[in-house]
């Protein structure tokens, strides 16, 4: 049973380049969850989604982030116009169909803006 | 927002030896798990443990729910348990708010 699967693992950006970072969900789960480590601070979390659905972003930065997850294919969290502050670990996490159940993360992208 | 207070923010065991963390909420606790983040920063599920107590090899956990507490505990402590272990609520919307953890260092 394959867990969370998250790439690149580590990625690294020049200020103002973009950056994509993937998140496979379990097997039969479809609710996916972002969350963010910035150095020397807890987790955050980021934004809910569903299938085709944002179910919740009131902890996404307002400009320059963006998440998706298309009905095939792995959901994405997108940072545009990178900036040295984005430098973090960004986990996703995943959840079943029911109310209430746990979530499992993925191993993470750590994410260096130079 | 729930607020989760951890404590210790810091321990530091010899190998073998047992012991407590603690997790405290301010509002009602619904859906709360432990964590594990090893020292390559992985984050390892323990336990989903909303109410009662749970055991996994060395370690165990209880929460009581009409408290607003959890404790975590580990036993016979090994060098491979060290990192920071987290607690996190997930509430009504399940967006987990984490404590800000306990780090543990278990020296051989």
């Known amino acids: 049973n394959a867990g969370v699967m998250q790439n690149p693992r580590h990625l690294v950006r020049r200020r103002g380049q973009e950056a994509r970072l993937r998140c496979s969900p379990m097997?039969?789960?479809?609710?996916v969850y972002w969350y963010r480590q910035l150095p020397e601070e807890g987790l955050k979390f980021m934004v809910y989604?569903?299938?085709?659905?944002?179910?919740?972003e009131s902890g996404m930065p307002k400009e320059r982030f963006s998440a998706e997850f298309p009905k095939e294919g792995p959901s994405i969290l997108r940072i545009q116009q990178v900036v040295r502050g984005d430098s973090a670990a960004y986990f996703c996490?995943?959840?079943?169909?029911?109310?209430?159940?746990?979530?499992?993360f993925g191993p993470g992208t750590r994410l260096t803006v130079t | 927002g729930i607020q989760v207070e951890q404590s210790p923010p810091d321990l530091i065991l010899q190998e073998g030896a047992n012991s407590t963390l603690r997790c405290n909420f301010s509002?009602?606790?619904?859906?709360l798990q432990w964590f594990h983040q090893n020292p390559w920063g992985q984050l390892i599920n323990l336990f989903y443990?909303?109410?009662g107590t749970k055991q996994n090899g060395r370690l165990s956990a209880t929460t009581v729910a009409t408290e607003r507490y959890s404790l975590l505990y580990i036993s016979s402590s090994q060098t491979t348990d060290s990192g920071v272990y987290f607690c996190a609520e997930g509430g009504a919307t399940n967006k987990l708010i984490f404590g800000t953890g306990t780090l543990l260092a278990v020296q051989p």
């Open positions: 443990i909303p109410s």
């Open positions: 509002d009602s606790v619904n859906n």
């Open positions: 097997k039969g789960h479809s609710h």
């Open positions: 989604l569903q299938k085709e659905n944002i179910i919740d």
């Open positions: 996490a995943s959840q079943g169909d029911k109310a209430g159940y746990e979530q499992y």
